[in-house]
């Protein structure tokens, strides 16, 4: 075999690093395109910080090398990664989560020089820090040290201006690669039978994590506004604001419609039996859930919030409200009536071949 032909067989060698693999969207997509990146071009590697309380480790591909760090905090597993890296030399490093993400961006000058240092960043992030006890801090620190990577991957539009705009990132290392939806997965796990749902009940259906950002303060609020008794509404998910939303249906009398259902780790018969999927979030990275509700054809009630707005604003059968309040929702879901689909042709910008080809681009 001639040497040129060798040079053309050689995979390039991608390293991901992820927190946990616990049941966050991030984790999911990184899931995702490992199982289908092109194993004959790639030899992949999984770092993971904390394994600990892992729900998508079965869907770790036997062909994907998964190495445990072993480590609580981000922080702790910094020493771990460097000897990682230095020892393996890989051709890509590709991180997400936003605290992952700027801890290696500080630490940048002790990696190894010749991998491509990719970050893929999971939401807004000026809005992120705004929650944060100083913003003014994080938001330099991101200022300062982001653009020691050499490519930030961006979920939508609105997260790449962002960066661009207000933390002074280069737009030369940024690219929009929207999340990938596997229609084919969710469409055959929504097969799976449920409890059937009561009869003469509109049917809402909400999926996150119980935060600030996903606003379920303002779904709750939006049901006891609009008043309409036939409303049967699922909220899966878990968070620290669980209790806190559990108590806030009672206060305004609506717990007797809302059904909290945590985390599923099949949640896709939900959005079969649903009428609508309501997305009361203030503000969103690209909401893989909405992507999973048009999979289903399942039409989704929104605030304009950025990063939801982009995916849903041009989806017929879809409908954002006119501003990120609950009153405003209230208004829409008061008026919406059951029974339209959401076609196939939705989804087609976000088809898993389609973004997996751009990732693989990426990569080199």
Known sequence: ?????KRQTVRRKLLFLLPTLSGGGAE???????????????????????????VYLADVPPHVELI???????????????????SRQPDVVFSTLGHLNLALAVSRPLFPKGPLYCARETNI????????????????AYRLFYRRFDLVICQSRAMRDDLVQKHALPAAKTVVIHNPIDTERVRALAGTAIA????GKLRLLSVGRFSFEKGFDLAIEALALCRRRDIEWTILGVGPLWQEM????????????????????NPYPYYRRADAMVVSSRFEGFPNAVLEALACGLPVIATPAPGVAELVGSVPGCILANEISAEALADEIAHFNPGL?????ALRPYELAVIVKRYEEAFG
């Open 246 to 265: 559990e108590a806030l249906a009672r206060s305004r009398g609506v717990d007797d419609q809302i059904v909290f259902g945590g985390f599923q780790s």
């Open 1 to 5: 075999m001639c040497d040129s032909h």
């Open 341 to 345: 689909r959401i076609g196939p042709e």
């Open 28 to 54: 999911r997509v990184v899931i995702t395109l490992i199982q289908n990146l092109d194993s004959e071009r790639f030899q992949i590697g999984l770092a993971v910080v904390d394994l600990r309380n892992a």
């Open 125 to 140: 992030v000026s809005l992120v820090n705004a929650a944060y006890r100083k913003p003014w801090l994080w938001n330099l």
């Open 196 to 199: 059937s749902a009561s009869n």
């Open 68 to 86: 445990d760090l072993n480590a609580r905090r981000v922080r702790f597993a910094l020493p771990g990664i460097l000897r990682l890296v230095w």
